[in-house]
């Protein structure tokens, strides 16, 4: 199964990712890496979750409607990654969009 977890490079959202990874699941993380605490901390999280080939990350925030929209239809169609991707490795730092600034 594919599965979105949103905040994934938070303290719930990456323990969470984790857990589904090590079952077997997809993982695609959804996050902004706002800085409501030091972001550092959320990197340290996103490269933890890195090392399996079945997450990625996706740098975006979940109020862009847009972004989620390319992302669901990346999904429903894999073979039409990016320019230059070449499945999952390369997207994993997709990003459907610069991270607007609240
Ligand atoms: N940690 C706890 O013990 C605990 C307990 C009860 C409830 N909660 C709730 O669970 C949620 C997650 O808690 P946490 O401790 O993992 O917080 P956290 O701040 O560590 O993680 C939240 C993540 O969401 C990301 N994020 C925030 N707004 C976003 C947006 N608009 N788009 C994309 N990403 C966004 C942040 O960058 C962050 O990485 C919070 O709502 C919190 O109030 C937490």
């Given at each position: 199964m594919t599965i979105?977890?949103?905040?994934?490079?938070g303290f719930i959202g990456s323990h969470l990712a984790e857990r589904l990874l090590r079952r077997g699941?997809?993982?695609i993380?959804?996050?902004?890496?706002?800085?409501y605490?030091?972001?550092?901390r959320k990197r340290?999280?996103?490269?933890r979750l890195c090392a399996y080939d079945n997450?990625?990350?996706v740098?975006?925030?979940v109020r862009d409607r847009e972004a989620l929209l390319r992302l669901f239809a990346a999904e429903r169609h894999p073979g039409r990654g990016p320019p230059g991707g070449d499945g999952r490795r390369a997207?994993?730092?997709?990003?459907p969009r610069p991270v607007r600034q609240r």
């Amino acid at each position: 199964m594919t599965i979105l977890v949103t905040g994934a490079a938070g303290f719930i959202g990456s323990h969470l990712a984790e857990r589904l990874l090590r079952r077997g699941d997809t993982v695609i993380g959804l996050d902004n890496f706002n800085d409501y605490y030091d972001p550092a901390r959320k990197r340290a999280n996103e490269r933890r979750l890195c090392a399996y080939d079945n997450f990625r990350m996706v740098e975006a925030d979940v109020r862009d409607r847009e972004a989620l929209l390319r992302l669901f239809a990346a999904e429903r169609h894999p073979g039409r990654g990016p320019p230059g991707g070449d499945g999952r490795r390369a997207r994993r730092h997709e990003v459907p969009r610069p991270v607007r600034q609240r």
